[in-house]
Structures are given as C-alpha cells and as structure tokens.
C-alpha cells in the first residue's frame, strides 16, 4: 500500500476537525488500500489535547490501521504530507463581533460581515497572515500536497494563497448543497433527484439550471411556479432575500439571506434577525473589551436559541464543546464535505465530481477574469482539480456584483503586501456596503488599534 500522510491544520477547531475525522475512518478506500498517517496540529495544546483524545478513541472503535500523532509544530505535522486540510480561526465569535457592529457603528447598513461588506476585510487580512505562513512551510516540506482550505473569507483567501504561493489550493464550502436543500422543498422532491449547475462568489451564487436526474426534465418550469404558491413568510429569515433575488435576477441562489446579503447593500430589509446579530447591552458589556461577555451569536430570527421559555437553559459554548466530544459510535456519521472524497479521487487516481469548489476561473464562469477565485462545480481526479465550465451564463447585474468584489480582492491583498491603510480604504470604499469616505478613514483607524494584535501593520501612504 501506498504511504498517505494527511495533516489537520487547526485541529482544535469543532465544525471541521471532528468532521474530517469521521469521514477519514468512514472511508473503505483509506482504510484497506493506504497506509495512512494522520497528523492533528493546533497551536492551543489544550484543543489539540482534546481532539487527539477523541481521535484516538475514534480510530480504535473503528480499528483503523493508521498513525495518529499531535503536535503544536507546523513543520512536523507537514513535513511530507500529501493534502493538508485547514481550518483556522483565533477567538472566532469575539473578533466576528467587531468586523460586524463597529462598521454599522460608522454606517455601514452591512449583514454578517463574515466573507462580505467592511467587517470581512479586516477578517480577511486577519487570517491572512496565518495562511500564509501555512502555505510557504508547505513550499518547504511538502510542496507538492494539496492545501484544502475550509477558513473564511473562502474566495478572498484561497485567490490571496493561489497569487502569492506556489501551492494548489482549493477551497471547500458546503453553501452550494444548503441551496439545493431549499430548491428540493420548494419541488417537494428528494435532493438527490434534482441536478444542478450553479456558481458565482463564495456565498453568492446561482443556480443557473435544474433538472430532474431521472428524466432530464427542466425543473425550472416548476420551481417557478412552486415558489409562486409557497408562503412568503415561511423561513423568511433565511430566504426571503433569496427568494426576492430569484424574482429579480430569474435565477434562485444560494446558500440564504446571511451569506448573500453580504454583497448586496439592501439585504436588511429581509432579515428580521439582524438586531440579534451577537447581541450585547451597551450598558454593561462592550464590544472588544475581554473582560466583557462574548456576545451571542444568534444565525436568524426563529432558531432553536431564541425558541425558549423565560427561565429554559441555554446550552453554554463550554457544554455544547463538552457534548461534541464525548465519543459516541452512533453518531458518528459522514459530513458530506468533500475534503476526504477529494483526497481518494486525487490519491487512487480515479474521477470524481464536486457540487462546489473554489478555485481560479480560468475561463469556468463567462465574464469573469481568469485569475479571479469563483466558486462551481469542479472535476477531481489523478491529475488533481479543475472547474467545470458552466453552460448557462450568469445574468449580466450578477457579473457585475462579482466584479466588484474580484476589485476587492486585488486591492486587499495590495494593502496586505504594501502594508497601506490608504488601499484597505480604496477596496472599503468600493464595496456596496461602505460607510462615506470620513467614516471609513475613521473605521479603519479604529480597528487597527483594536485588533492590532492580529492585524498587520498598516500605515496611511
């Protein structure tokens, strides 16, 4: 058997790790045809701890016959490896909480501010310095590996790695497959049955065909009048933009209201939940402020954490971590992301197809440039991944919202390497979400001295 070296970067992260580790031990192919090294990195040892724990009781219920090791180096835990599956984030919900409350603070009408709007520029430029710091060891020990990135902002990161390193990069989200969901109860039909072509930005893409696997059958036909028929308020939260950008553009999108109202400056008419985007009293809490409560996250109006009595316990960050990873055979199930599905395409040398991947155009998507990261359906095998050119192209008002945000992209990676408040403000002031130009100069100085820590050191040139 072949030696296989994977490597988790940002092993103590709860969404993806533990979810890669399951599908790891759920793969036949891994199991019987590699011999198989699985290194887990985290620079929390605490984190790391408790995922290797976890793992290795994980792999002995399975009796999977591979290496499992941990380790705080980056070096060793790439050192050879063939893929390394990233997933990184310092103090997630704390800094989330900045990027989204002090732009709207200085009139920003943005939503989220995760991969779009003011706030995801300073989350870009905060994750950026650690990415790359992965991607330049990996030109040392293992320049040939693949680096599977799960970190936000997707598209703004993976296209900064494809520019600036010499390491194939592909970025992984599971936005796509949430809006075949929706279609599917919209159809009332089964989502394996519906077959889809669609793509665009990171969290701001189109379905640009539907049909019916079985027979072929356009299913757009249908869809339309579905949606007609359905109730308009009915999980508003999460679709009702969608729905109003089916309506406008002919085309349904994806994945809902949170993510692609980030790119369009009136998603705030359509999402009920904003005021209870990490929520806090301004009384008694302040944003930034570590002696301060996290504030909550809260995804939309409607969700299980705001469905509670006066006196109904909430399940603490600590205990949902603790219920994580307690080890339970039953539950461990497959994630339905594709890194490992990728692994075994490109490692046994067999093809395979992804809903999505986010990868440089190169000509997949028609009025794009080439060098812009984009996000469809994408072809794995032997040879590695490549976009699969979309038939239908993208309505024309679509291109152009995407253009400006391949702008951004370009001018925040300028900031990053010319080190200049002055080009953070050039893309701030581009996007739809911008605050006038005396609020931005201020916004940025604010959080440069507030999560200078972080940030790199930018100047006004």
Excluded at 109 to 116: H, I, R
Excluded at 124 to 134: E, F, H, K, S, V
Aim: proline share 5%; aromatic share 10%.
């Amino acid at each position: 058997m072949k030696k296989l070296k994977v490597a988790l970067i940002g092993a103590g992260s709860i969404s993806f790790a533990l979810g890669a580790l399951h599908d790891i031990v759920l793969s036949g192919r891994l199991r019987e045809e590699a011999d198989l090294e699985v290194a887990l990195m985290d620079i929390h040892p605490e984190n790391l701890d408790r995922t290797h724990r976890y793992a290795k009781e994980l792999f002995a219920s399975y009796e999977l016959p591979a290496k499992l090791w941990a380790t705080t180096s980056l070096e060793d835990a790439l050192t050879g490896a063939h893929f390394a599956i990233v997933a990184i984030e310092v103090d997630r919900y704390f800094y989330w909480a900045q990027d989204f409350h002090i732009p709207r603070r200085y009139g920003s009408k943005q939503v989220y501010g995760e991969n779009g709007g003011p706030g995801s520029m300073f989350h870009t430029l905060r994750n950026l310095g650690p990415m790359l710091d992965i991607a330049r060891m990996m030109e040392k020990v293992c320049p040939d590996a693949w680096f599977i990135n799960y970190t936000n902002p997707e598209a703004k990161l993976v296209e900064a790695i494809s520019k600036l390193t010499s390491i194939k990069i592909v970025g992984l989200c599971h936005g796509l497959d949430m809006g075949i969901d929706q279609v599917a109860q919209f159809l009332e039909r089964n989502p394996e049955e519906i077959g889809i072509e669609g793509g665009g930005l990171n969290h701001f893409g189109f379905f640009t065909k539907l049909w019916d696997k079985k027979t072929g059958e356009d299913l757009y036909p249908l869809f339309r009048e579905k949606e007609k028929q359905a109730n308009r308020l009915a999980h508003f939260d999460h679709i009702g933009l969608s729905r109003t950008l089916f309506r406008t553009y002919g085309y349904y999108p994806y994945p809902g209201t949170n993510h692609c109202g980030e790119y369009v400056p009136y998603a705030g008419d359509f999402y009920a939940g904003l005021p209870l985007q990490f929520r806090y009293d301004p009384l008694s809490e302040k944003i930034g402020d570590r002696a301060s409560r996290t504030p909550d996250f809260v995804y939309c109006a409607g969700g299980d954490s705001l469905d509670k009595g006066l006196f109904d316990r909430v399940t603490s960050q600590e205990a949902w971590v603790e219920q994580a990873y307690a080890f339970d055979r039953d539950k461990v199930t497959c994630s339905k992301e594709y890194a490992v599905p990728i692994i075994e395409s490109i490692f046994f040398g067999f093809e395979t197809e992804i809903h999505a991947a986010n990868l440089p155009n190169r000509g997949a998507i028609q009025g794009l440039p080439d060098d812009m990261v984009v996000e469809t359906q994408a072809i794995v095998n032997g040879s590695g991944i490549s976009l699969k050119p979309m038939e239908v192209g993208l309505p024309t008002a679509i291109i152009g919202t995407i253009h400006i945000q391949g702008t951004i992209h370009r001018l925040l990676l300028e900031a990053y390497v010319e080190k200049s408040r002055t080009k953070l403000l050039q893309a701030i002031l581009l996007d739809p979400q911008a605050p006038s130009y005396y609020q931005a100069c201020a916004m940025i100085d604010e959080m440069c001295e507030l999560q200078k820590d972080l940030l790199p050191a930018l100047e006004w040139k």
